[in-house]
C-alpha cells in the first residue's frame, strides 16, 4: 500500500535561514508526489509535484524538493524562510490507476522573527 | 484565478442531526472529492464523484454519507445521522480529469462540523 511519513510534526526556523521538512513515501510502483501548503482559514494550495520528469522539482515560492528512490525520500527545501512561510505542510502521494491522494499528517512551520 | 468554495466555513449541529456541506468546484472540472481531517490526525480520503456516480469510496463512508451534484455547480455531501466522531474539517476538491499520475487536486478551504 502507498503511504507517506512526514518525520517532523513541527519545525521552527529563523527568517531567513533555510527550511527542511521531510518526507519519505513507500509504494510499489513509481509513485506520483506532491507537496501542498495550508495557511490558515484558507484551502490547500499545491506547492509542486513530481511528474518523473526531473528528480530536482521547483515550485512556488522558493521552495523545491528532491525526489530520491535510494532513499525513498521527497524532502521540500527552501534557502531561506520568510514570515509568510509558516503554515502547514503536507506530502502526498498518489498511485496509478486510483482516484485519491494519501496524506502525511503534516507538518506545522514556523518561522522566527 | 478560479478557485473551489465551500459553505459554510463553520458548522455546528447535535448529534443525530442531518447535515449537508457544500462545495462549488472549479467550473471546467469533472472529477470531485471529499476529504476529511479530524482534529490532530491525517487527511483522509472518503469519496470521489464522476458521471453522476461515486469513483471510488473508503471504508469511512458508509451508508450514513451520501454525494450528490444537484446542479451544474454544486457538489454536496451529506451526513444523514451525525456522530460526535464525525466532527473534522471537510475538504472539497476537484480535478479537471481523473487523478491520475500527475494531476493536481483543487481544494476549497473546509468546512469545520463540530457534532454536540
Known amino acids: 500500500a502507498q503511504s507517506v511519513t512526514q518525520l517532523d510534526s513541527h519545525v521552527s526556523v529563523s527568517e531567513g535561514t533555510p527550511v527542511l521538512l521531510r518526507c519519505n513515501y513507500s509504494?510499489?510502483?513509481?509513485?506520483?508526489l506532491f507537496w501542498y501548503v495550508q495557511h490558515p482559514n484558507k484551502g490547500l494550495q499545491l506547492l509542486l509535484k513530481?511528474?518523473?520528469?526531473?528528480?530536482l522539482v521547483k515550485g512556488i515560492n522558493g521552495f523545491e524538493a528532491e525526489f530520491k528512490k535510494s532513499e525513498t525520500s521527497f524532502h521540500l527545501t527552501k534557502p531561506s524562510a520568510h514570515m509568510s512561510d509558516a503554515a502547514e505542510y503536507f506530502c502526498?502521494?498518489?498511485?496509478?490507476?486510483?482516484?485519491?491522494?494519501?496524506f502525511g499528517t503534516g507538518t506545522r512551520l514556523k518561522v522566527l522573527a | 484565478e478560479p478557485e473551489v468554495t465551500q459553505t459554510p466555513s463553520h458548522q455546528v449541529t447535535q448529534m443525530g442531526q442531518e447535515v449537508i456541506l457544500r462545495c462549488v468546484p472549479i467550473?471546467?472540472?469533472?472529477?470531485f472529492y471529499w476529504y476529511r481531517q479530524i482534529l490532530g490526525q491525517k487527511v483522509e480520503f472518503l469519496v470521489s464523484f464522476y458521471n453522476n456516480e461515486i469513483s471510488e469510496k473508503s471504508e469511512i463512508f458508509d451508508d450514513q454519507f451520501s454525494v450528490e451534484r444537484p446542479d451544474g455547480s454544486n457538489f454536496t455531501l451529506k451526513i444523514r445521522s451525525t456522530k460526535l466522531e464525525d466532527s473534522a474539517m471537510y475538504f472539497c476538491a476537484s480535478t479537471k480529469r481523473a487523478a491520475r499520475q500527475q494531476e493536481t487536486q483543487y481544494f476549497g478551504p473546509g468546512t469545520r462540523l463540530l457534532v454536540l
Open positions: 502526498v502521494v498518489i498511485s496509478p490507476g486510483t482516484y485519491k491522494y494519501i
Open positions: 467550473s471546467n472540472h469533472l472529477y
Open positions: 509504494s510499489s510502483y513509481s509513485p506520483s
Open positions: 513530481y511528474t518523473s520528469a526531473a528528480t
